[in-house]
């Protein structure tokens, strides 16, 4: 069945590859980000229905004109809503600025949280729909240097999971997908922070988690791999509440967040600084 699927921070990757593989398979596709030019190009290059949506959801009035250009082509509703957007801050957390980790609270949590409150409406009047949001392993468990990006991925596992028990009679399914360390942008550039040793006592910390990150980003997995896992999630017509992308990752998650604590921590600290 075809659905009308709205993808956030779809100019780049895991959004644009999980747009695109959404459009190949048949979906209308409303590839939303705040780069037109980029979403231009993605609806040329593609024999799919891809059409782009200026968003910025940190932007109220831009999340109300999406809501309306999403009605104005698809009158019957979103069946699908794909929260990707979103970006990375690493780094010891006494070593960062107020208003970066603000910053990233705004466009990981109240942006995906505000484009979510738009678009549930029309969802519940159908009593159909599909929110699709993309968490991190990082939300799960927390190494050095993840504290404030794995902060916002915890608490949009939170809301997912009071959302999805919130919604279910609506006929509305809440998904998490929980991506490891991906080859894409947000890694190569937003989350590979170049510290300045500000703080001595950090200095060798940093310089640990920096070639941790380079090697995790290295060793990653495809935009496309963690697409195939969010287009299953946005079509599947029983979906699980959470999918870990790749799924041979779900070992490693189950593994540092049953052991004790402090055995974790041991184990995480070394793999840092060991890279």
Known sequence: MRKNVLV???SSGIGRATALRLAAEGHTVFAAARRTDRLEALAAETPGTIVPVQL?????????????AVAERAPAGLDVLVNNAGYALTGPVETLETDAVRAVFETNVVGLFDVTRAFLPQMRANRRGRIVNVSSMLGRMTVPGSGVYGGTKYAVEAMSDALRMEVRSFGIDVVVV??????????TTS?????????????ELER?????????????ATAEAVAATLVHASTVRNPKPRYVAPAKNAIVLKVLTTLPTRLADRLKLQTVRSS
């Open 8 to 10: 956030t921070g779809a």
């Open 56 to 68: 910025d959801v940190t932007d109220p009035d831009a999340v109300r004109g999406a809501v309306a």
């Open 178 to 187: 929980e991506p490891g360390f991906v080859d894409t942008e947000i890694d």
């Open 191 to 203: 989350a590979m922070i170049a510290h300045d040793g500000a703080i001595a006592d950090y200095a």
């Open 208 to 220: 640990d988690m920096t070639a941790y990150l380079a090697a995790q980003v290295k060793a990653g």
